[in-house]
């Protein structure tokens, strides 16, 4: 007997759901389980674990800060770079800060809640930190001494031309002290909170001062990944936290050099991307070979 027409369809497409059920709900993934616990992928497959006295502490995947309860760099630590993942480094709240590089003036504001700062400002300020912390120069271009972005609004008679009437450093507010004290002889003021100086007619603009072209301090000690996770940092961030690691450790600096060559990775395929030294790997290395006196 002949099954209608519709009816064969019907059973045609059950045919086709079973096996294809079968062939990519189950043997496919279960294929996929079993080669990844071959020896030398099974790491990776359950997710890069590392540990240490016998217990899980991270991936060597996702980065972590290595701060104090007020959120302190610990000295005897390597530090990682800045996360833009929620309060740092949190997998559910992967993300980057979205500010490029027009974002130099800071929303000042007498709320707490109100301000936010430009990313100028914020690579400073983590510029200046990271150079007082390891005790090397940590200007840049285009940022004042107390670590903000150094930026004046230059208010002229004429809208962009005539004779310069006021300008003002719209990133530093009382009780700062400008970061110069005039600009084409005109005194230069603190920036008021609440107040939008672009909106008022002035003209922005970056000064460069007399920092290093070359700034000491890396870029990825003063800026955060695209995924806020990134558990590498470059080998010339390393190489300038040695000296505080071994002193706090009471260790040989020779010694933590030889760590973080173990602990650099060269670049992918041997040509994409930059070698990297995984922070928490390395730091759990340093707990086991090099404890604190």
Partial sequence: MRLPTWLNQHVAALRALLVLTALLGLAYPLTLVAVGQLPGLSGRADGSLLT????????????QSFTDMDGNPVPRYFQPRPSAAGHGYEPTATAASNLGPESVVDTLSAEPDGAAESLLTQVCSRSKAVGDLEDVDGRRPYCTPDGVGAVLAVFRSDGLTGPITRVVSVNQTAPATPFVGTYEGVPVELAQPGEDYLAQGGLIIPVRGDAPADP???ADAVTASGSGLDPHISPEYARIQVTRVAR??????????RLVATHTTGRALGFMGAPGVNVLALNLALDRELPTR
């Fill in 248 to 257: 706090e450790r009471g260790a040989d600096p020779a010694a933590v050099r």
């Fill in 52 to 63: 240490a006295d016998g217990r899980v502490v991270g991936s060597a995947l996702i980065g």
């Fill in 216 to 218: 000491v301090v890396p």
